[in-house]
């Protein structure tokens, strides 16, 4: 499957953006889909997940309330709402899908799919 996001940019600080994330190759619904991010020297981190069914939701702590990951698995496609954006939210965000779902969705390695990355920068 391949992923391609998009949405990213800049906006200042409070502001929102929804990030997209398209699958094509293979239809996304038996896909659990995270959001990562990515910050200039800094690991990948976990932003948000979705399980393949769409029942279940996941956030990282620096993001919940704020954050929020849907799926619309007739387009094949999983987003990701941000409001009230900070300047720390500033990186790289990625896209990545796995068959299933596992309970360390937190971290990386455990997807076998990722997308190229969209850039979101939050000025102050």
């Known amino acids: 499957v391949q992923l391609v996001e998009s949405g990213g940019g800049l906006v200042q600080a409070g502001g929102s953006l929804r990030l997209s994330c398209a699958a094509s190759?293979?239809?996304?619904?038996?896909?659990?889909m995270g959001w990562f991010r990515q910050a200039p020297g800094k690991e990948r981190e976990f932003v948000a997940a979705?399980?393949?069914?769409?029942?279940?939701?996941y956030y990282a702590d620096s993001v919940k309330g704020r954050f929020t990951i849907s799926r619309d698995n007739a387009k094949n496609t999983v987003y990701l709402q941000m409001n009230s954006l900070k300047p720390e939210d500033t990186a790289v965000y990625y896209c990545?899908?796995?068959?299933?779902?596992?309970?360390?969705?937190?971290?990386?390695?455990?997807?076998?799919?990722w997308g190229q990355g969209t850039q979101v920068t939050v000025s102050s």
């Open positions: 990545a899908a796995v068959v299933g779902w596992y309970s360390d969705y937190e971290l990386p390695f455990r997807y076998d799919y």
């Open positions: 190759g293979r239809t996304v619904s038996s896909y659990s």
């Open positions: 979705i399980i393949w069914s769409g029942t279940n939701t």
